[in-house]
């Protein structure tokens, strides 16, 4: 089992920045991907950005070049540093970890409570 633990949220007005921090705990060791992802009122939840054992990043080409992802194993801690915050972006975040399928175990993906973050204009 691996548990996720989101902060950082709150509310910022429009240009400003926020980072979220996700504190992973458990078997780490099967995970092979963290991510954020969004859900706004009324929308469905969207991948925000990715990132693999590789280190490789990935962006929703609406975050891109404002939205960095990182992780620091030694902490495993999956941060999102927001930048250029607009009133889209205002939703619950969620992070999320994702075990692939093996000989043991079914794919799964494991999820924090959400962090709010409100961007207001």
């Known amino acids: 089992q691996v548990q996720l633990v989101e902060s950082g949220g709150g509310l910022v007005q429009s240009g400003g920045s926020l980072r979220l921090s996700c504190a992973a705990s458990?078997?780490?060791?099967?995970?092979?991907?963290m991510g954020w992802y969004r859900q706004a009122p009324g929308k469905q939840r969207e991948l925000v950005a990715s990132i693999g054992n590789t280190g490789r990043p990935n962006y929703v080409n609406s975050v891109k070049g404002r939205f960095t992802i990182s992780r620091d194993n030694t902490k495993n801690t999956l941060y999102l540093q927001m930048n250029s915050l607009k009133p889209e972006d205002t939703a619950v975040y969620y992070c999320?970890?994702?075990?692939?399928?093996?000989?043991?175990?079914?794919?799964?993906?494991?999820w924090g409570q959400g962090a709010q973050v409100t961007v207001s204009s």
């Open positions: 999320n970890a994702h075990r692939p399928r093996t000989y043991a175990y079914a794919e799964y993906d494991f």
């Open positions: 458990g078997t780490m060791f099967m995970i092979n991907a």
